[in-house]
């Protein structure tokens, strides 16, 4: 069975204070690590996605990193709207499902 | 373009109702999933659809939990009757399902709406 365990499970970070959030997985076979991030009263929006270990992807602040047992959202110098929920989920090869964690809260304070 | 579009946003209801939420999808896309989320399981798969037929419902609580796709562009999920643990937010989202190598997977990019917000008392 899929798991995924994101941590920590809530980060309340300073403006400009960089740090990272951990998303370990196990999967028979991964396809795809993506990241989504959860505004309060929304539905998940599509952040990354990452294929194979050592892959990389940016957008702005964010920055996600993969290896074989798990992934790394790191966020340089956040602002006060980076605060969401971060989501990460793993799809199997040959599947066309996605299992989520239980997400990071990140508040990000001025 | 409009996103995936849910209906009601909020629903309050007493046990033992029956409870009905829509869900119209993005057009162009095949494939539609059903997600409940709470704070204790998180985000969780009820069931999926490809091509408006039911591919894997494994993630259907019980009995009590029917979802249909009568056509591409609409899908509802039915609670009958409901219970004070059916209380969750419960998102609909779509997504394209590729082909590759004779296996189909989906790009894993979903396209979520903004959820219907279920409390039963």
């Known amino acids: 069975?899929?798991?995924?365990?994101?941590?920590?499970e809530a980060l309340r970070l300073q403006e400009g204070e960089s740090s990272s959030l951990n998303?370990?997985?196990?999967?028979?076979?991964?396809?795809?690590l993506f990241w989504y991030r959860q505004d309060p009263g929304k539905g998940p929006e599509f952040l990354f996605t990452l294929y194979s270990a050592g892959e990389e992807?940016?957008?702005?602040?964010?920055?996600?990193?993969?290896?074989?047992?798990?992934?790394?959202?790191?966020?340089?110098?956040?602002?006060?709207?980076d605060s969401a929920t971060y989501l990460c989920a793993v799809q199997a090869r040959g599947y066309s499902t996605l299992t989520f964690g239980k997400g990071t809260m990140l508040l990000v304070s001025p | 373009?409009?996103?995936?579009?849910?209906?009601?946003?909020?629903?309050?209801?007493?046990?033992?109702?029956?409870?009905?939420?829509?869900?119209?999808?993005?057009?162009?896309?095949?494939?539609?999933?059903?997600?409940?989320q709470t704070m204790m399981r998180g985000l969780e798969l009820l069931i999926y659809f490809n091509n408006n037929v039911p591919i894997?419902?494994?993630?259907?609580?019980?009995?009590?939990?029917?979802?249909?796709?009568?056509?591409?562009s609409f899908s509802?999920?039915?609670?009958q009757?409901?219970?004070?643990?059916?209380?969750a937010v419960y998102f609909c989202a779509s997504s394209l399902l590729l082909r590759t190598g004779g296996l189909s997977e989906g790009t894993g990019e979903l396209f979520f709406g903004e959820g219907s917000r279920l409390t039963v008392l």
Request: aromatic share 6%; hydrophobic share 25%; proline share 8%.
């Open chain 1, 1 to 8: 069975e899929d798991q995924v365990t994101q941590s920590p």
């Open chain 1, 23 to 32: 998303c370990s997985y196990t999967v028979s076979g991964l396809r795809g």
């Open chain 1, 57 to 81: 992807k940016e957008k702005e602040r964010l920055k996600a990193t993969l290896t074989k047992k798990e992934s790394f959202l790191h966020i340089t110098a956040p602002k006060p709207e």
């Open chain 2, 1 to 36: 373009d409009a996103g995936v579009i849910q209906s009601p946003r909020h629903e309050v209801t007493e046990m033992g109702q029956e409870v009905t939420l829509r869900c119209k999808p993005i057009s162009g896309h095949n494939s539609l999933f059903w997600y409940r």
């Open chain 2, 56 to 72: 894997d419902d494994s993630g259907m609580p019980e009995d009590r939990f029917s979802a249909k796709m009568p056509n591409a």
């Open chain 2, 76 to 79: 509802t999920l039915k609670i």
């Open chain 2, 81 to 87: 009757p409901s219970e004070p643990r059916d209380s």
